[in-house]
């Protein structure tokens, strides 16, 4: 099996005023709840963000192996309401 970055993939979420869901391609890998008064950031206007974040719990440390600069390449976006 080959690298993640060895292909593309798709990325959605699902947005609702009880929780947020992350799939990659159709997999959930993450759920929060956001019908708590101090997420009421989350019931508010936003923006789309899209960057290569490094490090974190997620993925690890970057480390010698990785290279950089690094691209990212997006075929489109879909939002809905």
Do not use: C
């Not at 947020?20 to 993450?30: E, F, P, Q, S």
């Not at 997420?39 to 440390?61: D, M």
């Amino acid at each position: 099996q080959g690298k993640f970055s060895d292909d593309f993939h798709i990325f959605d979420i699902e947005w609702t005023s009880e929780h947020i869901i992350w799939h990659v391609d159709g997999n959930k890998i993450a759920k929060m709840p956001i019908d708590k008064p101090d997420l009421s950031e989350f019931h508010k206007p936003f923006f789309i963000l899209l960057n290569i974040a490094v490090g974190g719990t997620f993925a690890g440390r970057p480390d010698n192996s990785n290279l950089f600069p690094q691209k990212m390449y997006i075929d489109w976006i879909r939002v809905y309401k």
